[in-house]
Nanobody, 124 residues
Framework: QVQLVESGGGLVQAGGSLRLSCVASGSVGMIDVMGWYRQAPGRQREYVAGINSGGTTNYADSMKGRFTISRDYGKYTVHLQMNSLKVEDTGVYFC??????????????????WGQGTQVTVSS
């Protein structure tokens, strides 16, 4: 099993920045991809960004140019640097990890892991 713990959320003024972190523990060797999702009250959870074991990143269109995802392999940690924050970015941000996707982990049953989330509030 994999456990994910997010941190770094808080309240920030529009135009400001926050850096979220997610620490993975447990069977971290089975992880192929890590990423971030967010969910605002009354809205569906949406994809924010992802990064695979090779360092390839992907972003939702609304986050491109403002958010940057990175990975610290030594500490099994993924970060999300959020700049130029908007009120619309307010929500709970969840760390996500996927296993069983790469050829190296093909023998592992595909699984998805989630953290408990960290609140990000952007004020005007």
């Amino acid at each position: 099993q994999v456990q994910l713990v997010e941190s770094g959320g808080g309240l920030v003024q529009a135009g400001g920045s926050l850096r979220l972190s997610c620490v993975a523990s447990g069977s971290v060797g089975m992880i192929d991809v890590m990423g971030w999702y967010r969910q605002a009250p009354g809205r569906q959870r949406e994809y924010v960004a992802g990064i695979n074991s090779g360092g390839t990143t992907n972003y939702a269109d609304s986050m491109k140019g403002r958010f940057t995802i990175s990975r610290d392999y030594g500490k099994y940690t993924v970060h999300l640097q959020m700049n130029s924050l908007k009120v619309e970015d307010t929500g709970v941000y969840f760390c996500n990890a996927l296993s069983g996707l790469s050829p190296q982990t093909a023998g592992v049953k595909r699984k998805e892991f989630w953290g408990q989330g960290t609140q990000v509030t952007v004020s005007s």
